[in-house]
């Protein structure tokens, strides 16, 4: 059975950094991608990154335009563990951040697509104040 849980989600000022982390049992990170969503009260779930690792060579990442510059998604070989690194942040960031993974191959125009996804965690909160 696959299970994703998240944490490390926080209240923060703008300009102030975070790193949340998704634990994942029941799947094998190497032939999975692992994305982070964010989903803000009214709006839609939308993609901020994803990441599959073969190996560190030939990881290959993706980002939301809004998130670029400024987040960074990572995968820690030692504990198993999804990490996004979130820094500067604004308070359009507030929202609830979930962590997702799909044994589907993904490519530009697919990573950030929900029905990509097959597990899905229940989320950690963000929010940003001004």
């Known amino acids: 059975q696959v299970q994703l849980v998240e944490f490390g989600g926080d209240s923060v000022q703008a300009g102030g950094s975070l790193r949340l982390s998704c634990a994942a049992s029941?799947?094998?990170?190497?032939?999975?991608?692992m994305g982070w969503f964010r989903q803000a009260p009214g709006k839609e779930r939308e993609g901020v990154a994803a990441?599959?690792?073969?190996?560190?060579?030939?990881?290959?990442?993706y980002y939301a335009d809004s998130v670029k510059g400024r987040f960074t998604i990572s995968q820690d070989g030692a504990t198993n563990a999804l990490n996004l690194q979130m820094n500067r942040l604004k308070p359009e960031d507030t929202a609830m951040y979930y962590c997702?993974?799909?044994?589907?191959?993904?490519?530009?125009?697919?990573?950030?697509?929900?029905?990509?996804?097959?597990?899905w965690g229940q989320g950690t909160q963000v929010t940003v104040s001004s």
């Open positions: 990441i599959y690792t073969v190996d560190t060579a030939f990881g290959r990442t």
């Open positions: 997702a993974a799909t044994p589907l191959l993904l490519y530009d125009s697919t990573w950030s697509d929900l029905d990509q996804y097959k597990y």
């Open positions: 029941g799947i094998t990170y190497n032939n999975h991608y």
